[in-house]
């Protein structure tokens, strides 16, 4: 199965852990397996380009793959909304 969102962290980063939470708590783990997460350090390469094409400057970024449509942000408020819109459960 492909991944229908991407996620952009990086390893140091609370904002990045502060949304993990959100995913893990809030959202009680239900949308992980639609997510890639890619972490920077791990791919810097990949992060570049990603980084090159949707031209985020903030981590964490979700990318919804079929739109391109991007949310770099940590909160519950506008993350919940960008799961449920962009994930179909």
Do not use: W
């Not at 952009?8 to 993990?20: E, I």
């Not at 890639?36 to 031209?55: G, M, P, Q, V, W």
Request: glycine share 4%; hydrophobic share 35%.
């Amino acid at each position: 199965m492909s991944k229908e969102v991407l996620m952009l962290t990086q390893t140091v980063c609370p904002y990045c852990d502060r949304a993990k939470v959100v995913l893990n708590g809030a959202l009680e783990g239900d949308y992980n397996d639609h997510i890639e997460f890619i972490n920077r350090e791990d791919d810097e390469e990949r992060f570049a380009e990603l980084r090159s094409k949707y031209e985020f400057l903030t981590v964490p970024t979700f990318i919804d793959v079929a739109s391109g449509e991007v949310l770099s942000d940590s909160k519950p408020d506008t993350i919940i909304p960008f799961m449920e819109k962009h994930i179909t459960l």
